[in-house]
C-alpha cells in the first residue's frame, strides 16, 4: 500500500484525515413531534461547541430519515442505512433529550435500535430537559448506552421547562448552564478522542 501511495498519491479519505484530524460530534435531535422545542435547544448546543474550535459538530436529526418503526418493513429503505452511515462518520455524540413519560421518546429509542456497531466505542453526552430537566429520560437513555457501548460522560445540563423556556416553547436558557456545557463537552472530547484509539 506504501509503494502505490508514493506513486499515485493518498486516497481523498487519506488526504481528508491527515489535512483534517478534527473529532466529529453529532448532536442528535431525540424528538421528531410538530412543534417540537429540541430544533432551538441543538442550536443553543451547537453555537457553544462551535466556538470551541476543537472538533467538527453538526446536528442530526432523527426526523431527516424517515426511519420506519423497527420490525415493521423489509428494512430496505433509505432512510435505515443513511442513519448507519451517518452515526458512522461520527467518533461522539450529544444527545438533546426530552423526557415524555418519565423516559426517552419513542423516535430515540426507535433510532437506538436501528444500528449497533455504529455506535460501539464512542462517548456521548446528554442535554435534558422537562418539568424536572428531564433527569429521569436522561437516567434511562445511560442505561441504553450502555447496552451499545456508548460511553456517557458524567457532567450532564438539565434544562427546566419553566425557567429555560418561555411558555414551556421559548428556548431562553439560564446563564448558569454554561459552566454544565463546558465540563460536559471537555469531557466527550476528551473520551471521543481516547475511544477512537481502540476502533
Ligand atoms: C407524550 C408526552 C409525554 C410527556 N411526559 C413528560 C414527563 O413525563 N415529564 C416531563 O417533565 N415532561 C413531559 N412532557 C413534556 C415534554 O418534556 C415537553 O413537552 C418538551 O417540550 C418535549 O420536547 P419536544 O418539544 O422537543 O418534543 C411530555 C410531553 C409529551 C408530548
Redesign the pocket.
Known sequence: MGFLNKLFGNSPKEEETMTNPKLKIGII?????Q????PQ?GEWVKGIADQRGDADYEIVDIADFNLPFLGTTDGTEPGIAAWNQKLASLDGFVF?V??????I?GALKNALDFAREAWNDKAAGIVS????G?A??AEHLRGILGELKVADVRTHPTLS?FTD?EN??VFKPADLHQTNMKAMLDEVIAWSGALKTIR
Open positions: 435531535l431525540g424528538s421528531t413531534r412543534g417540537r422545542v429540541s435547544v438533546v426530552q423526557e415524555y413519560n418519565h423516559s421518546t430537559y422537562g418539568s424536572t428531564g429521569r429520560a421547562l423556556f414551556g416553547s
